[in-house]
């Protein structure tokens, strides 16, 4: 099981850019999935998470600048950033708790990262 993400790089403040996460192997279920963000000698941040049913939670600091959507049958999210501001600078991770195996534990699995680079 792996969770794949691309997208990211280096924009300039105000600008836009998209992120996205997709799970590739035989699982069983993914719940919930998110966007997390980390900066160097800070903790890793929820960004923004998104349910089965594609109800969502997002970071204040990103409401009414950053969308997170889902398409279970690709299982993939999808996380559009706009109004782009220096802070949002960061290592982006993907995360999904999934179940491999019908009688498993969910757990928790994350993608490698993508460093998003906003400039003033």
């Known amino acids: 099981v792996q969770l794949q993400a691309s997208g990211g790089g280096l924009v300039q403040e105000g600008g836009s850019l998209s992120l996205s996460c997709a799970v590739t192997?035989?699982?069983?279920?993914?719940?919930?999935m998110a966007w997390y963000r980390q900066t160097p000698g800070k903790e890793r941040e929820l960004v923004a998470s998104?349910?089965?049913?594609?109800?969502?939670t997002y970071a204040d600091s990103v409401k009414g600048r950053f969308t997170i959507s889902r398409d279970n049958r690709k299982r993939s999210i999808n996380l559009q950033m706009s109004r782009l501001i220096p802070d949002d600078t960061a290592v982006y991770y993907c995360n999904a708790a999934l179940k491999v195996g019908n009688f498993d534990r969910p757990a928790d699995y994350w993608g490698q990262g993508t460093l998003v680079t906003v400039s003033s």
């Open positions: 192997g035989n699982i069983y279920r993914i719940d919930d």
């Open positions: 998104i349910t089965y049913r594609s109800d969502t």
